[in-house]
């Protein structure tokens, strides 16, 4: 063979050696850097969600889950529906109004958010009575008088107990359970649901690419953190609602 060839494949191999130095160099320490800093999975998380908002859709056996249809008296005594929040952006929660422990906290943060979108129409709030036995639409107002409600798309309402225990439990598998040892008398979540305009139940993803589903409802921005270390979510609610509202 001759010797020119010998030497071209000499050069190339030469030439091959130096690109996987430099490689090594060069780009394999910031891959690794990236591991460490947790910026490569994010990265690949973000491509997998909703680029239009980065919210997820909750999915159930390849559905999306959506807010089951839903017909109840409101503080007003003014019949709503699933309907009635179509076209806007909300959260639902399930409270009763002598609850003495979570509800008053969950109660400020509505408000708090109440204040934040006061000027944007498209916002409200769907809150289900878990002692509709008691919170007529005439304790509803009153209550909603004490903590200072006055949105008009804010929704407090009453109806059959076993229909509002399965919009709960079925419907958004947020637990609401007449319970006598309970405090108040009634076991319940303290979450919050976010719903977009077309009435699907949305949520961010979690840090390792999980949508959280629900948010804190129990723990207000100045608390920051509660007494088991879990963090405030309402700042957090926030910014996905108006990510929301801009869809």
Not at 49 to 63: E, F
Not at 82 to 106: A, S, W
Not at 152 to 158: F, G, P, V
Not at 209 to 230: C, D, F, K, S
Request: net charge negative; proline share 3%.
């Amino acid at each position: 063979m001759p010797t020119g060839v010998n030497n071209s494949k000499k050069y190339t191999y030469v030439w091959v050696s130096l690109i996987i130095l430099v490689f090594g160099i060069i780009v394999i320490p910031r891959i690794v850097n990236r591991l460490k800093e947790g910026s490569v999975v994010e990265n690949d998380r973000l491509a997998n969600t909703n680029r239009a908002s980065d919210l997820s859709y909750i999915v159930n056996n390849g559905t999306k889950r959506k807010v089951p249809n839903f017909s109840f008296i409101n503080q007003d005594s003014i019949l709503i529906s699933n309907e009635d929040y179509l076209g806007k952006v909300y959260v639902v929660e399930f409270f009763f109004t002598t609850c003495p422990t979570i509800c008053p906290i969950m109660t400020k943060n509505l408000v708090e958010l109440q204040e934040t979108f006061k000027n944007d129409e498209d916002f409200g709030v769907a809150s289900f009575t878990i002692n509709p036995r008691y919170d007529t639409p005439t304790i509803l107002k009153k209550y909603a008088t004490k903590y200072g409600i006055s949105d008009m798309d804010w929704h407090l309402m009453t109806g059959e107990q076993a229909e509002i225990y399965d919009l709960a439990n079925k419907g958004f598998y947020i637990v609401a359970n007449e319970e006598e040892d309970a405090p108040g008398g009634f076991e319940h979540s303290g979450a919050f649901a976010l719903v977009d305009k077309k009435g699907y139940i949305r949520s961010r993803n979690d840090r390792f690419g999980n949508a959280l589903i629900y948010y804190r409802g129990t723990i207000t921005e100045e608390q920051v953190t509660n007494n088991e270390g879990e963090a405030q979510q309402i700042t957090m609610l926030k910014e996905d609602i108006k990510k929301l509202l801009a869809e």
